[in-house]
């Protein structure tokens, strides 16, 4: 069965370190891979698209990784502050017409 | 830019009574809205993908005469839960794909949370 996988638990770590979250799926072949950031009660926003194409991409303080060999996304946060803390979602797009599946989410805490 | 407004914010309602939803693309055409619920520390679940001017396209378990969408134009997309239930009570998201958009990119609402008494 298809499954996205993101860590279930929340990511502490300390303001100024790189924050890295992970995403695993099994039975996709997506053309691309969306990062978005979740604040509680508000709609996700848009971070990052990688398509499977692509190895790396950046933006800002912000890298996503791409193998789709071991089928795992990376995303990191460097010189992470705490207005970064949110809950980071990776979504997948499979078969065309811009249809998203989303894993579960990565709480993630940066803490003074 | 790209920005998608939801209205309401929050509602509660009775059990057995409509809801509707409204998805707004404020400052770009969307071909294309899709319509999530979002159960607490749970992930957006797809219900439906909805084109202008054609009927939309809900998934699978998804029931088409409680969930009743329409998308009338470029800019707005309804979502009407008919006869609410408690269970139905849910964080409801809309996004829009930006029409000719070369980026795949969903833009989201900020979400409706509903409350069924």
């Known amino acids: 069965s298809q499954k996205i996988e993101q860590n279930s638990e929340a990511l502490n770590i300390q303001e100024g370190k790189t924050a890295t979250l992970t995403c695993n799926y099994t039975?996709?072949?997506?053309?691309?891979l969306q990062w978005y950031r979740q604040d509680p009660g508000r709609g996700p926003v848009f971070l990052l698209l990688?398509?499977?194409?692509?190895k790396e991409k950046r933006k800002e303080r912000l890298k996503v990784t791409f193998d789709t060999t071991l089928k795992q996304s990376l995303f990191h946060i460097t010189a992470s502050q705490p207005a970064d803390s949110a809950t980071y979602l990776c979504?997948?797009?499979?078969?065309?017409?811009?249809?998203?599946?989303f894993g579960t989410g990565t709480q993630l805490k940066v803490e003074l | 830019g790209a920005v998608v407004s939801q209205h309401p914010s929050r509602v509660i309602c009775k059990s057995g009574t409509s809801v509707k939803i409204e998805c707004r693309s404020l400052?770009?055409?969307?071909?294309?809205m899709f319509w999530y619920r979002q159960f607490p520390k749970k992930s957006l679940m797809l219900m439906a993908t909805?084109?202008?001017?054609?009927?939309?396209?809900?998934e699978q378990g998804v029931e088409k005469d409680k969930f009743l969408i329409n998308h009338a134009s470029l800019t707005l997309s309804t979502l009407t839960v008919t006869s609410a239930h408690p269970e139905d009570s849910s964080f409801y998201i809309c996004?829009?794909?930006?029409?000719?958009?070369?980026?795949?990119?969903?833009?989201f609402g900020p979400g409706t949370r509903l409350t069924v008494l």
């Open positions: 996004s829009a794909s930006s029409a000719g958009s070369s980026t795949d990119t969903q833009y």
């Open positions: 039975n996709y072949s997506p053309a691309y």
């Open positions: 990688i398509r499977e194409n692509e």
């Open positions: 979504a997948l797009e499979e078969g065309g017409g811009n249809k998203l599946t």
């Open positions: 400052d770009f055409q969307a071909t294309t």
């Open positions: 909805s084109n202008e001017g054609s009927k939309a396209t809900y």
